[in-house]
């Protein structure tokens, strides 16, 4: 059998699992993501069908889920953190490229995570006496202090 899980960082499945290879023919089955209103073994059933036609070995199916891109949400937003070594600049635009997955999230509520996991003590201060609570408003002041720290 595969190595296990622990000796593959990030992968949670033996090498066995993830030797199996989609074959070269394979389409996405158009199955509809599970939304919690409808029985759930219906739904699998469903992906069990497709994958039967399809003819999925059982490490294919395993793979299934893992490969699926999931929706960012508000929350990812909260998880992101200005790294020790990381500049503002380089911080905002990794929060930014984030942000963008994140369908309608409000202005207050991208402000509000940035803030959270922001490092740069000196623009936190600068914040915590002149709160920005929208997004763009923030935006503009990060883009001045960045500027006056390039100059």
């Known amino acids: 059998m595969g190595a296990p899980a622990e000796e593959q ?10 030797m199996d290879q989609l074959p070269a023919n394979y389409r996405t089955p158009a199955i509809t993501e599970y939304d ?3 029985d759930p073994q219906e739904h699998l059933s469903r992906f069990e069908n497709a994958a ?13 889920a893992s490969n699926k891109k999931h929706r ?14 990381e500049s503002l600049k380089e911080y905002l635009l990794r929060f930014n490229m984030v ?6 999230v409000t202005q207050k509520v991208n402000a509000g995570a940035f803030v959270q996991g922001l490092m740069d ?18 935006l ?8 006056m720290l390039d100059a």
Request: glycine fraction near 4%; charge should be positive; proline fraction near 6%.
């Open 9 to 18: 960082p990030g992968i949670p499945f033996t090498e066995e699992v993830m």
């Open 99 to 104: 942000a963008l997955e994140v369908p309608s």
């Open 140 to 147: 503009a002041r990060a883009a001045k202090y960045i500027n």
């Open 36 to 38: 919690g209103t409808t």
């Open 121 to 138: 003590r000196d623009f936190f201060k600068s914040l915590a006496k002149k709160p920005a609570t929208k997004f763009d408003v923030l």
């Open 52 to 64: 039967l036609l399809h003819r999925y070995t059982d490490g294919i199916k395993c793979q299934f």
């Open 72 to 85: 960012k949400t508000e929350l990812s937003l909260f998880s992101i953190r200005q790294k020790e070594e």
